[in-house]
């Protein structure tokens, strides 16, 4: 994956400019994966508009990262 193009669709995601970032050398391929994903989340919640879908919406990340979160110290 082009990591330029990588920052350019996150920074495009979050409405700011892609100078925004700057890439440090080492940054792994799989950390730009995980921001291009991170941007996508926020992008498709800002179009969610309905309070309780909203809540919704968070109360499952929550309750998803916590499940897994337990998981992992097990």
Same mark, same amino acid.
């Given at each position: 994956? @082009?990591?330029?193009?990588?920052? +350019?669709?996150?920074?495009?995601?979050?409405?700011?400019?892609?100078? =925004?970032?700057?890439?440090? *050398?080492?940054?792994?391929?799989? &950390?730009?994966? #995980? !921001?291009?994903?991170? +941007? @996508? !989340?926020? $992008? *498709?919640?800002? !179009?969610?508009?309905?309070? &309780?879908?909203?809540?919704?919406?968070?109360?499952?990340? #929550? #309750? =998803?990262?916590? $499940? !897994? *979160?337990?998981?992992?110290?097990?």
């Amino acid at each position: 994956m @082009d990591v330029g193009f990588a920052y +350019a669709r996150i920074a495009s995601a979050l409405g700011i400019p892609d100078g =925004t970032f700057r890439l440090p *050398d080492a940054i792994l391929e799989a &950390q730009v994966e #995980n !921001l291009i994903e991170v +941007a @996508d !989340l926020l $992008r *498709d919640f800002e !179009l969610v508009k309905d309070k &309780q879908a909203r809540r919704r919406c968070l109360s499952y990340v #929550n #309750n =998803t990262a916590e $499940r !897994l *979160d337990r998981r992992s110290s097990v």
